[in-house]
């Protein structure tokens, strides 16, 4: 193996056990960097008033356990970036920004986005997280922006994320019993025909999996 490699592991299992929130209370991971960086970064949302929801994997994590993760994900209005100046751009296009604040990596859900901007505004509610009081996509909210994205990453191929947004579809699920009636109903506004016909697949096939479980 390649130095290379090794480091690139090495990264992958610090920036999972880093972003375990049980991690953040004592020990060695108050000393990681990246820890203060997070700590930070949220200090800078909450003076500056930006209006954000937290989503991906670290607002997962509030709900359900296991969920590793190596950035952060956030519902943003583009404009929000201008007050935000220490951020670097390092992908852009009209849905999505990837900017990085010191060795952090954050993922931007743009609110121009009709489906991102109704998540923002209907499925999230401030909650106690990390010691603060944070805007949080709610169960309902984090299944919409899963189930929203899966037919994108299957025309991509991206065989790996697949399989995380379905087990992340999956706990949920299992855990929370929501109202996947009304979510679909809802999801129908923002997708085509034929992607809807894919997600609804996926959510029969995962639902069947849980009854398979619970036998």
């Known amino acids: 193996m390649s130095i290379q490699s090794s480091t690139q592991i090495g990264n992958v299992i610090r920036n999972a056990v880093v972003f375990n929130v049980k991690n953040w209370d004592g020990g060695i991971m108050n000393s990681d960097s990246l820890i203060q ?4 970064f949220f200090t800078i949302l ?16 509030h709900y359900v356990e296991g969920r590793n993760t190596q950035d952060l994900d956030l519902l943003m209005a583009l404009s929000s ?5 220490e951020l670097k751009i390092a992908e852009q296009d009209k849905n999505f920004v990837r900017v990085n604040y010191s060795e952090l990596q954050i993922d931007i859900l743009l609110t121009q986005n009709p489906l991102f901007k ?30 929203y994205a899966l037919p994108s990453l299957y025309r991509q191929g991206n065989f790996a994320r697949v399989g995380i ?5 999956a706990t949920l699920l299992h855990y929370y019993q929501p109202d996947m009636p009304s979510l679909l109903t809802e999801l129908s506004n923002y997708v085509d025909e034929n992607d809807f016909k894919e997600i609804n697949g996926v959510v ?3 639902q069947n999996r849980i009854k398979r479980f619970k036998r």
Not at 37 to 40: A, E, I
């Open 204 to 206: 029969s096939d995962i």
């Open 81 to 85: 970036l201008e007050k935000l100046p």
């Open 37 to 40: 960086s997070v700590q930070d």
């Open 165 to 169: 947004y379905e087990n992340d579809i």
């Open 118 to 147: 109704k998540v923002h505004s209907g499925y999230s509610k401030v909650q106690k997280f990390l010691d603060r009081n944070i805007p949080l996509a709610t169960v309902e909210g984090l299944l919409l922006l899963k189930l």
């Open 46 to 61: 909450e003076e500056r008033k930006i209006d954000y929801v937290l989503v991906g994997g670290i607002a997962i994590l």
